[in-house]
T-cell receptor, first 115, second 115 residues
Framework: AQKVTQAQTEISVVEKEDVTLDCVYE???????LFWYKQPPSGELVFLIR??????QNEISGRYSWNFQKSTSSFNFTITASQVVDSAVYFCALIYSNTGNQFYFGTGTSLTVIP | DAMVIQNPRYQVTQFGKPVTLSCSQT?????MYWYQQKSSQAPKLLFH???????NEADTPDNFQSRRPNTSFCFLDIRSPGLGDAAMYLC??????????????FGPGTRLTVL
């Protein structure tokens, strides 16, 4: 069963538009950890953020913001005023507290920002 | 000041010819991971080392082996590559502390082509 669902396979936006990438996860534990990674065309997975299940505070980092909603098991990622350099595949991932380092990745959302 | 280094970035091998991929890290992290990522898919964990302790995923084929001679280096050996093994291979590291604070950092990957 899919533990992390990223329903949007591909998204295209015009530069300077805002875009939200959705992530819905299955909960099995009360304690778990959520992540977002960016994978540009070069291939490297770049860590963006982690959020612990006991910390529902939303976070903003520059043009990036994350909305963690335990009630809907969602951890959505918004890019404000998108730029061409934001074009990449974005992965949402989950670790359960009792499975150590086992990442459950979503299938990724490919974002294209058109100049 | 690269932290997780993978060599080579691109590797071409022949069907059935053993190949070794290399990963090194300057973070002094305890845990090193190998992931396989096929086109348009999420990374899939093959195995990981916690210090010298090897942890194999249940569905990782026997064709894939790993060595970690010291803290800094970890190798992925593919004994008899098949066409289905063509993929991006990602190395990652983490400190290995409490899951609440542990984060995996990825290298740039090695793209393997099997002819």
């Amino acid at each position: 069963a899919q533990k992390v669902t990223q329903a949007q396979t591909e998204i295209s936006v015009v530069e300077k538009e805002d875009v939200t990438l959705d992530c819905v996860y299955e909960t099995r534990d009360t304690t778990y950890y959520l992540f977002w990674y960016k994978q540009p065309p070069s291939g490297e997975l770049v860590f963006l953020i982690r959020r612990n299940s006991f910390d529902e505070q939303n976070e903003i980092s520059g043009r990036y913001s994350w909305n963690f909603q335990k009630s809907t098991s969602s951890f959505n990622f918004t890019i404000t005023a998108s730029q061409v350099v934001d074009s990449a595949v974005y992965f949402c991932a989950l670790i359960y507290s009792n499975t150590g380092n086992q990442f459950y990745f979503g299938t990724g959302t490919s974002l294209t920002v058109i100049p | 000041d690269a932290m997780v280094i993978q060599n080579p970035r691109y590797q071409v091998t022949q069907f059935g010819k053993p190949v070794t991929l290399s990963c090194s890290q300057t973070l002094n992290h305890n845990v090193m991971y190998w992931y396989q990522q096929k086109s348009s898919q999420a990374p899939k964990l093959l195995f990981h080392y916690y210090d010298k302790d090897f942890n194999n995923e249940a569905d990782t084929p026997d064709n894939f082996q790993s060595r970690r001679p010291n803290t800094s280096f970890c190798f992925l050996d593919i004994r008899s590559p098949g066409l289905g093994d063509a993929a991006m291979y990602l190395c990652a590291t983490s400190r290995g502390g409490e899951p609440s604070t542990d984060t995996q950092y990825f290298g740039p990957g090695t793209r393997l082509t099997v002819l």
